[in-house]
C-alpha cells in the first residue's frame, strides 16, 4: 500500500510540475498542487497499480493512468466544494481550494485538473496507441455526463427528497462513485495488457460493488463515529435530510449490505491469482473508521 | 461556409444525444445543449473542416474533432460567464446558462463538456488509433493549464491593471483565444493525415495571426461598434478599465495592427494550393461587425 501510495504522490508531482516564479499562470499550477497534494486515501490510483501489478503488469506502465484518475477525482471535490454546491469551507482539515484561492481560481484550477488527464495518457511513453485511446475512452465516459458528473447532478437534484427508493439511491452511489473506481481497477487490468474479457468484466464489477461498499460504509461512519475520528462532522446526512442507506434501512441492516457487498467484492478478485494485496485492502477498507 | 456551420450543428446534436424524459440527469444533457445550441461563429470547428478539405481530406474524418473543439470552447464559455468569474447573465441575447439552469448546473454542464470532446475522439470510428492520441494530446494541451485556462487566469488577474505591455496582452490573447484556434487548423491537417510538418507549422502559425487579429478586432468593435450590431454593450472595455489594443495604442494603430496581422495570416496559407475558402473567411474574420 505504501509504495504504491508512494508512487502515486511523486507522479502527481511530477505530472503538474511546479512553475517558475516567473510564469504568468503560476497562481493556477499552485491552485492544483494545492489541492492534489491534500492527501486523502488515494484509493483510485492504488487500485490503478494494484490491479496492474496483480495482473503481471510493469508499473511504469501504469503511472500516467494511475495519477489521471486521481486528478479527475480531485477536479470534482474542487468544484463540489464550491459555494454555489456543496459550500464546504474545509476539505480534510484544510480550506477548501476555493477558500485558499478564490472562487474563481479553483473554478479554473477544477477546470484544468479536468482536462491534464487525457494529456499526460496521450503523451505517455510507456502505453501503445490502442492502450491510450481505450483508457482515455474508458476514463472520459465514467467521468462524464453519465458518470460521475451524472451522479452529481442527479445527487444535486436529490437534495431534500427524503423518499428515494433502493433503486435510486444505488443508481445516484454507482455513478458518484462507482464509475471512477470501477474503471480504476478495469484500468489497471489494460495496463498489464494481458486481461482476458473474463478477467476486465470481474474488474469491473469488484469496481462496483466495492465502490458501492465504500458509500454505504460513509452512510454508516456518518452516524456511528465522532467528529474527531471521521475528520469532519457527523450527524450532517439526517441534519440534511439525505436519504442514505442508513435512512433507508437502519444500522444494522445497513451494515448487513456493506458486509455483503463486500463480499461479493471478494468473490470477483477469484479469477485473477495473485489477488492477496487486492483482497487485504477490500477488508481494510470495509473496517475503515474514516 | 453554410456547409460547414450546418455539419458542426448537426455534429452537435448527434453527440451530445438528447436523452430521455426518464433518464435522472437529463436536465444536464438539456443545459449542455442550451449552451451548445446558442450559436456564435463556429469559427473553430469550421477551422476544422476547412483545413481537411483544403488538403483532400474526407470531411467525415473532422467531425468528431470539430465537434470536440466547439464543445471546448462552450464550456469555456458557460465557465466564464458564471458570477465568480466575469458574471454576465447574457450569452448571444439569451440568458447565459447558469440564469436559464442555476449556478450548480451551469457548473457541472461545463464539467461534463470539458470531458465529453476526449470520449468522441477516442471512439471515433474515421480516425486510427494514432490519429486520435495526436489529437487528443493537443486538444489538451491547447485547452489546458497553459493554454486557453491559463490564459483565463492571466486575463483574471490581470483585472484592473491598465499597465500591461504589449508583449503582456499579446501572451494573454495568444493564450485564451490563440490556442484553441491554432489547434482548430491543425487538428483539420491532421484529419487530412497528408499534412507535411511545413504545412502543419503554417496551420498552427495561421490559427495564432488569426486569433490575435480577431482579439484587436474585438478590442477595436468595442469601441467603434454600437450596441445593436454587436450585440453585447459596447464600451465595457473602457469601463472595467481593461488593457487593450485600442487603449495601448489608439484606433487607427489597433485597425493597422488587425489589417497586418490578417495579411501576414494570409500568407501563412500560401503553401496551401486549395486555399480559397481559408482566404475568404480570412477577409470576413477581419471586416466583421460583431
Known sequence: MNEYIGRVEADLKKYNAHSHATDPQKNLIEAMNYSLEAGGKRIRPVLVYA?????????????????????????????DDLPAMDN??????????????????AILAGDALSVLPYEIIADDTQLTAEQKV??????ARAAGKSGMI?????????????????????????RKTGELISVSCVMGCMCAGTASPDVLYSAADYGFKLGLAFQVIDDILDVTSTTEELGKPVGSDAEENKTTYV?????????ETANKLTNEAMACLDIIEDNSFLKQLTEMLLNRKN
Open 88 to 105: 464546504d469551507d474545509f476539505r480534510r482539515g484544510k480550506p477548501s481550494c476555493h477558500k485558499a484561492y478564490g472562487e474563481a481560481m
Open 51 to 79: 490491479f496492474c501489478e496483480a495482473l503481471g503488469g510493469d508499473l511504469d506502465t501504469a503511472a500516467a493512468p494511475a495519477a489521471a484518475i486521481e486528478m479527475i477525482h480531485t477536479f470534482s471535490l474542487i468544484h
Open 150 to 174: 451524472g451522479g452529481q447532478v442527479i445527487d444535486m437534484e436529490s437534495e431534500g427528497k427524503t423518499d428515494l427508493t433502493e433503486a435510486e439511491l444505488e443508481n445516484l452511489y454507482r
Open 247 to 255: 435512512s433507508l434501512f437502519g444500522l444494522e441492516k445497513a451494515r
Open 134 to 139: 481505450m483508457l482515455i475512452s474508458l476514463v
